[in-house]
Structures are given as C-alpha cells and as structure tokens.
C-alpha cells in the first residue's frame, strides 16, 4: 500500500520561500508510470493544482504559479519536493501531496500539511 | 486552461435519497474526468475515474456518466457516511483542474 506523508515549516514569512517533502512508502518513486503532484486547499476553499512530476524529472506546472514554483525529485530518498517563492497570504492552504496516473487520476494523496504565511 | 463549472454548490438531502451532481468542462476532455469524496480534515478520496470507473473498493451506489464536456456523479440512495464534499477534476493532456465542489449535506 502507497502512502505519502508531507512535512516542511508550518508558518512561512512573506516574501520568502515555502518548501515541502513529500516522502513515498510502501513502494518505489521510480516504479510504474506515475506523476507525483502537489495541490493545497485553502481554508473553506476548493482544491487548487500546483504541480507534477515524473521520475525523470520532467514537470508541468499550474500556469497561475509557475513563475514561483519548482517541483524537483529525489529518486534515492523516494521524495519529492515544492518550493514556492515570494509567498503571501493567499499562499496560506493545506498542502498535499499525491500521486497521480494517466488512468485514474490522483489515487493516493498524503494526510495534507497546513501552511500558515504570516510574520 | 480548461475550467471545470461544478453544480449545485451545496445540496440538502435525506438519508435514502437519489442525489446527483453535474460538472462541466469549457472544452472537450474526453472521459478524462474523476470524481472525488472529501470529508473536514481529510484528504480527498477518488471515487471515479475515466468518468465511468468505479474505484476499487467504493460503495456501488456511487456511479459515474457523461463524456465529452458534461458530466455526472450519482448516489443511488444516500447513507449517513455520504454526507461530505465532492469535486469533480479533469486530467486531460498535463494539467489538472477541479471544479469547485459540491456540499451535501443532511436535510
């Protein structure tokens, strides 16, 4: 069984640099044909794509974020992580992470991590 | 960017009741749509994929239909574990989008 668990700061200053990880157990990273994403939710609010990638290192981004955001892979740690530049308040959300497949959609997400951008 | 228009926004029903929800996407996505469950507090939970899939282990009053840019979730016959959120998302090509969600909650 596929879990992914997330973890990373929980309170960001504005301005600065959000950074998650995202670490993979109960299989390999690098096993099947697989996209591992982030996504968050702010509070109350619907669910917002951020990102993928394959364990090539090959990405898409969310063209709303992509001038702020990189998603980069670590095929050895079986992680993958989020960076997101000059964050404000409306980056505050709970953040997940999750695997998603061509067939099926997002399958397996991890338990979502909350980001507080405050100072 | 393809946008998903989700509907009602909130919905109230009974225990037992039929309960359908609709999405639409601006553009064709084929059957690239899934369907998801989210209860406070929790991650969401795929429901349907390929807009007509059951996934493993989901109650088979859950049902998908549509294709092309219209789409539909059905309960059969709500139970007291229904009662949550739920968000349609496309897949198509590599970007990902949901629609804003639909509340269901208890009559």
């Known amino acids: 069984q596929v879990q992914l668990q997330e973890s990373g700061p929980g309170l960001v200053e504005p301005s600065q640099t959000l950074s998650l990880t995202c670490t993979v157990s109960g299989g390999s990273i690098s096993s099947g044909s697989y996209y591992w994403s982030w996504l968050r939710q702010p509070a109350g609010k619907g669910l917002e794509w951020i990102g993928r990638?394959?364990?090539?290192?090959?990405?898409n981004y969310n063209p709303s974020l992509k001038s702020r955001v990189s998603i980069l892979v670590d095929t050895s740690k079986n992680q993958f992580s989020l960076k997101l530049g000059s964050v404000t308040a409306a980056d505050t959300a709970v953040y997940y992470c999750?695997?998603?497949?061509?067939?099926?959609?997002?399958?397996?997400w991890g338990q979502g991590t909350l980001v507080t951008v405050s100072s | 960017d393809i946008q998903m228009t989700q509907s009602p926004s909130t919905l109230s029903a009974s225990v037992g009741d039929r309960v359908t929800i609709t999405c639409r996407a601006s553009?064709?996505?084929?059957?690239?749509l899934a369907w998801y469950q989210q209860k406070p507090g929790k991650a969401p939970k795929l429901l349907i994929y390929?807009?007509?899939s059951l996934e493993s282990g989901v109650p088979s009053r859950f049902s998908g239909s549509g294709s092309g840019t219209e789409f539909t979730l059905t309960i059969s016959s709500l139970q007291p574990d229904d009662f949550a959120s739920y968000y349609c998302q496309q897949y198509k090509r590599y970007s990902a989008t949901f629609g804003q969600g639909t509340k269901v909650e208890i009559k």
């Open positions: 990638i394959d364990t090539s290192g090959s990405t």
């Open positions: 390929k807009a007509s």
């Open positions: 553009q064709s996505i084929s059957s690239w």
């Open positions: 999750a695997r998603l497949t061509v067939l099926k959609g997002f399958d397996y």
